[in-house]
């Protein structure tokens, strides 16, 4: 039997305060002996929101391609696939690899070569298939890193783990962490902004990708939204005006500023900060979400799409009109590469939506000069695999998730241009040279905006975290 | 030989026999002190029978040791104090055996003095002894912070040259000349001369000993130098001679030295480095041999107030420190109209301000005037603004300016012409100016700084 009932009444004994405290003094004791300097814990806590060390990167865009794009078809070219087209993967490159339930359950797994021609661009000769014309113009400003891999085999965990570093929801997002361990460099807007493409279907996108978890609120991504209001409940509603709204808010900081010095709670001054930043955001969002003063030629940079707000050209317009205004990180998402049949026809409409949106992003935010103190970041959540799921045929086949390999490109700040790093083997299946792990491209990202990833972390239930928990190395050869 | 075998054999006891008149030292003073504490007497024959097998033993061990010495693997600097020490206390304890065989009387409560004394000079013969065969840190190597604080004397200090830069590195005698003087020079020197070689300089290697040229010029395998550190530590002829060989990267940094260009007073920044050697130059000497950003060679930059810091804000300025560590910020103006007052507010941080941010904020040519003074700007980003030519000539004073935006301006070729004078810029954004696409292909063609423009 327990005779220890009572602890539960007196979490902390006369008896237990004597033998812990003790204890205690012992291990302070041998700690010190053994290494004095590091007995006290550095402060890893961010008073004054300064770099740890001189940042190249100021701003980030991140154009999150929801889905897994096919990076057999559209930047990691495979010809013995074409060759072998139709004959059974080996079990050798296989490796015993889980599949997912979609595709699991096929009698055969045939290698499937993709439909569309490849060609090497520009002076670095990266491969790039036919489906991304504009983008194949400006490879050389680009890097590509076609050994990325990932753990999650499905599409919500992994794009969880993408955004926040874990499986789990519940973690802040990148732009949440960017947010709180930079600051803010425009009072009038938030530091992380959120565009989804609309009338887009496919993997759902939950605001917790964006959310800030257990980071202070204001740190979270705000989503703006195309048409009359960007920013769900932030206009006045009918008959109040600003002076009128204005008068409240001072009244309710009053009211807050008691109520924080009585429960000290520092989720108050978060709320109070985030209301004074809506009403400053009345003003300031819908000048940054006025397009109508762009000239035509920029329209045509982005595409013709770019007129019609809510697509992901329209959104590559705003992202670099919220970077002009020092927003530090716009995410943007766009959902629909999740081809697991039928591949060959709905890729090219992914494409014909993204590529010259990105390219004119780009491009755009070169000649402005802002490619200098940018990032700009494209890629999937994992990518697709050599085998056909379904029935290959002649001009048809679908590819399911594949997490052991996918391409990213990135370009801008700090970046080398006109490289490609890892490789895959000849099937597209196994990375083949410098894997780059998911926390090594979040600790990439950290340490381009001159953050140690190990240094920035939040106490949460007792815990420090960070964002690449306690993985992640910098990917030092794609550093210029 | 065989002469010289035997010598070495018998020298080589010495360590093994040092320790006999040491445990009959010890053994007769604990003993002496046991027997006066519990009053019990003995005959003094027994006491001083020990003394003399301690002045027996002494004599070997002094023999050997002097055998030992005399092979010459040692720096006669280093064995001076053991040896004479080590000489002196074979007399006293010669003194002490005729004390205690009452043979000498000088004053009442002389045997506890001397054997104090006998235990001072003991020790400083061992610790000196035990220094030459293991190392002065043998024993504190491993000790706690607080006492190695104190008492390691770090004689391995690893040489940084971290903040330095390259062109005033000097090879040989900053990289090389430390490892002869760790392990070379105490034989090789202006007074030593062993195998007639004196390593102390260039010249002097090149001429070399008895056996010829030490070094030869860009060959390392040719070079007796480099023959005689590489050879299997068993041969005759493996230098350093005693058990302190040159490390795996000492010699790799020797050899990359010998296949240069060998010249007294070479730099660093003189000679092309191979991505191994950076390495190496790293490992050994925390050499950074990357570029440095211009705001890492700053220096005696003044601190930054943060009370005066805030009054920026009042004149539409953003200010960012660049990192920790860095007294130096980046400046943004927010406003849409800027004024003289303000960019003189921004002077009073002069110094500290490496990129400045003034766009579509009506900034004219006049306000150049006042810009051009910042002495450590490196980014200037002037976007859509109303500058001309006449503008730009101010920024001809900006020496240390790398990127510079002029994008949306009024400026022409003339512009151009002005830029290409400021050694420092890498990058400059044009598009939308009226500087032609010819006069910018030009630019591109013969300048190392690229023009970037638009569609």
Known sequence: ?480 | MILFDISSFFGRLHPLIVHLPIGFIIIEIILEWYLKVNKIYISNKILSFIWFLAFISSIFAVFFGWLLASNGHYAEDNIYLHRWSGILLVFFILFIWGLKSKMIYLFKSQNSFFNFLIIIILLIVSHQGGKITHGENYILEYSPEFIKKKFYNNTNTKISYKDKELDSIEIFKELILPIFEHKCISCHNNEIQMGELNMTTVAKLFKGGSSGNAIINKNAEKSILFNRITLPQNNNKFMPPNSNPLTYDEINLIKWWLNSDIKSNNRLSSVKLEKTDKWLLNKLFEIDTKEKPFYDKLKNISKLDYEKLKRLDNVNFTWKILAENYPLIELNYIGNNIEDTSLNEILKFNENIIALTIKDSNLKDSHLKLISKLKNLMILNIQNNPITDKGVIHLGSLKNIEKLNLYGTKISNISLNILSKIKSLKTIYLWRTKVSIDKINEFNNNNSTKVILGV
């Open chain 1, 1 to 480: 039997m327990n005779c220890n009932n009572h602890k539960h009444n007196y979490k902390f004994s006369r008896r237990d305060f004597l033998t812990k405290t003790s204890l205690g003094m012992g291990a302070l004791t041998l700690g010190s002996l053994i290494s004095p300097t590091d007995l006290y814990a550095k402060n890893t806590y961010i008073d004054k929101r300064i770099p740890h060390f001189p940042a190249k990167v100021k701003r980030v865009i991140y154009l999150l391609q929801s889905g897994a794009p096919s990076q057999l078809d559209l930047f990691d070219y495979k010809p013995l696939l074409n060759k072998l087209n139709g004959t059974e993967l080996p079990d050798s490159i296989r490796g015993g690899q889980r599949l997912t339930g979609m595709s699991s359950g096929q009698s055969s797994f045939p290698l499937a070569g993709s439909v569309f021609k490849f060609k090497k661009h520009g002076k670095s000769g990266a491969w790039m298939s036919e489906l991304m014309p504009y983008t194949s113009k400006i490879v050389d400003d680009l890097c590509f890193i076609k050994s990325m891999y990932t753990e999650a085999i499905n599409h919500d965990p992994a794009v969880t783990f993408l955004q926040t570093g874990s499986e789990l929801p519940g973690r802040p997002s990148i732009g949440s962490w960017i947010s709180y361990g930079l600051g803010s460099d425009n009072k009038n807007l938030p530091e992380f902004v959120v565009l989804v493409t609309k009338d887009k279907f496919g993997q759902p996108l939950y605001s917790r990708l964006w959310g800030n978890g257990f980071l202070p609120s204001k740190h979270q991504g705000v989503q703006f939204r195309s048409g009359k209001n960007p920013v769900l409940y932030l206009d006045n509603p009918p008959g109040v005006t600003a002076d009128l709204r204005k008068e409240q808010l001072e009244y309710l900081k009053k009211l807050e500023k008691i109520n924080h010095s009585d429960v000290g709670d520092p989720e108050i001054l978060s709320r109070m900060s985030q209301y004074e930043m809506a009403f400053r955001m009345q003003s300031s969002v819908p000048e940054v979400m006025d397009v109508s003063k762009e000239p035509d030629y920029i329209y045509d940079l982005y595409g013709k799409e770019s007129r019609n707000p809510g697509t992901f050209a329209a959104n590559c317009l705003l992202a670099r009109k919220l970077i002009e205004k020092d927003v530090k990180f716009v995410q943007l998402y766009h959902q629909g590469w999740d081809q697991h049949n039928d591949l060959p026809n709905a890729i090219k409409v992914q494409c014909k939506d993204t590529d010259q949106p990105t390219a004119g992003l780009i491009t755009d935010l070169k000649q402005r000069g802002l490619l200098e103190d940018t990032l700009v970041i494209w890629g999937g959540e994992f990518g697709r695999g050599s085998y056909s799921q379904g029935t290959l045929t002649k001009d048809n086949y679908g590819r399911d998730h594949h997490p052991k390999c996918f391409t990213i490109f990135m370009t801008g700040a700090g970046i080398k241009k006109g490289i490609t790093l890892g490789s895959t083997d000849d099937f597209g299946y196994n990375i083949k040279e410098r894997p780059v792990h998911i926390h090594d491209f979040q600790a990439t990202i950290m340490h381009l905006l001159g953050i140690d990833h190990e240094r920035l972390t939040f106490k949460h239930q007792g815990r420090r975290y960070r964002l690449t928990d306690v993985h992640g190395n910098v990917v030092k050869e794609i550093l210029s």
